[in-house]
């Protein structure tokens, strides 16, 4: 790689919290300009659950080795309860609610979710760096994106929604971004890669998107910006495939078109920042970002395992 393994990884997490950050203050200053310049006077930029949670699935993996679905539950439930304040969905909360209340698994209180079908929420694909860093060439990523899903979402598209994304950004983990960039191929490698006929038909969407030359906010109607995975994460992957040399711009692209903005711009971060690495990311967000050594400690301690369990 042009770009070191660990700078990947260090991209990929910075990014989650940097889009949740400035997304987060999209809802309030929805010019690109009026945000910029609040972005510059913020003294820290806050995340807020979308990465607390990709910090406790970086924190499990990294104890555990592997994705426990136990142990992934009660880190989430550890860190909800010492930091509630995070602006979480309800979801998650009613679950570990559940948990230590009836000490059901996490898996059957997340399926219990809305009449038992389970949550298809843009939560697990949020927080789902991490699994597409560490298993960026592992041929059963679905499975493992799947394990770290099911915790809190067990609807079939919130699942195929947090997998393609971490495909995506295992596609992109590897590449050079000094090489000349494919969107076209990235995409028609994840309509292979879906299993729903929901996230199939999105991809297909974001494809037809491009080949367009659609402008953003078109794309962000057709496409969707809720907090429905298959209405949300396909906008924050356009985003990505339209500025992919620039996470400034992908960023901008992603939160500046309303809907739940804090998730767009995580999910989008996370793809931008592995892709380009920690070096492409403006440093002057950087040096703002609310708990950013911690964060980069868990990305260098990921890049480490990784070395690790490959020798």
Avoid at 133 to 144: A, G, K, V
Avoid at 209 to 222: I, T, Y
């Amino acid at each position: 790689m042009a770009i070191s393994l660990k700078s990947k990884f260090l991209g990929g997490m910075v990014g989650v919290a940097l889009g949740d950050a400035i997304g987060e203050l999209a809802f309030r200053w929805f010019d690109p300009n009026e945000l910029l310049s609040q972005v510059e006077h913020q003294a820290v930029l806050r995340y807020t659950d979308d990465t607390a949670m990709t910090i406790g699935l970086a924190e499990s993996l990294i104890e555990m080795g592997y994705i426990d679905e136990a142990h992934l539950g009660d880190t989430f439930r550890v860190n909800f309860n010492r930091e509630p304040w995070r602006g979480y969905a309800s979801g998650p909360p009613v679950i570990f609610s559940r948990v230590e209340r009836e000490h059901v698994d996490y898996v059957e209180a997340a399926r219990d979710l809305f009449g038992g079908q389970g949550s298809f929420g843009n939560g697990a694909a949020m927080r789902i760096a991490p699994v597409g860093l560490f298993y960026y060439d592992d041929p059963t990523l679905y499975e493992r994106a799947r394990a770290s899903s099911i915790v809190t979402h067990t609807h079939p598209v919130g699942i195929d929604g947090a997998a393609v994304l971490a495909y995506a950004i295992a596609r992109v983990t590897p590449l050079d971004p000094s090489a000349n960039f494919q969107p076209d191929t990235l995409v028609n490698d994840l309509i292979e890669f879906a299993r729903t006929p929901e996230m199939r038909a999105k991809m297909a969407e974001v494809a037809t998107c491009l080949q367009g030359k659609v402008s953003p906010s078109e794309a962000a109607r057709r496409l969707g910006r809720s907090v429905a995975v298959q209405e949300s994460m396909p906008f924050a992957l356009y985003a990505f495939l339209c500025h992919p040399n620039s996470f400034h711009d992908c960023l901008l692209c992603a939160i500046t078109h309303g809907g739940d903005r804090d998730t767009l711009g995580a999910m989008a971060g996370a793809l931008s920042g592995a892709y380009l690495g920690v070096e492409n990311i403006p440093q002057a967000w950087q040096r703002k970002l609310e708990n950013r050594e911690y964060i980069e400690s868990l990305a260098v301690r990921l890049a480490r395992l990784k070395r690790a369990n490959a020798t």
